[in-house]
């Protein structure tokens, strides 16, 4: 499976923005789908994830309320839909693939795509 993520920017605080991450390989529907980010000098951290089925969600308590990830297996695309966006939100994000949700949570996804930027200013 690879992955590819676009729609990062500038953005102002308390605006909004979607990524997108396009999978391809013909067996990408069949994986649950996530997103991290990474910000400059920290850690990368898990944002949120999405099962196969697209019925479960799972968030970072730092997202959750904002944040809304979603699947369009059609398009073989994965989304997340970042409202009230904050300037702690400024980092890279990156959206990732496995054959379980858990492991996205867990960071050990199996496949990892290229980040895209998110600035947020103040």
């Known amino acids: 499976v690879q992955l590819q993520a676009s729609g990062g920017g500038l953005v102002q605080a308390g605006g909004s923005l979607r990524l997108s991450c396009a999978a391809s390989?013909?067996?990408?529907?069949?994986?649950?789908k996530g997103w991290f980010r990474q910000a400059p000098g920290k850690e990368r951290e898990f944002v949120a994830a999405?099962?196969?089925?697209?019925?479960?969600?799972y968030y970072a308590d730092s997202v959750k309320g904002r944040f809304t990830i979603s699947r369009d297996d059609a398009k073989n695309t994965v989304y997340l839909r970042m409202n009230s966006l904050k300037s702690e939100d400024t980092a890279v994000y990156y959206c990732?693939?496995?054959?379980?949700?858990?492991?996205?949570?867990?960071?050990?996804?199996?496949?990892w795509g290229q980040g895209t930027l998110v600035t947020v200013s103040s």
């Open positions: 999405i099962s196969v089925s697209g019925g479960s969600t």
């Open positions: 390989g013909r067996t990408s529907s069949s994986y649950a």
């Open positions: 990732a693939a496995d054959r379980t949700p858990g492991r996205i949570v867990a960071g050990s996804s199996e496949y």
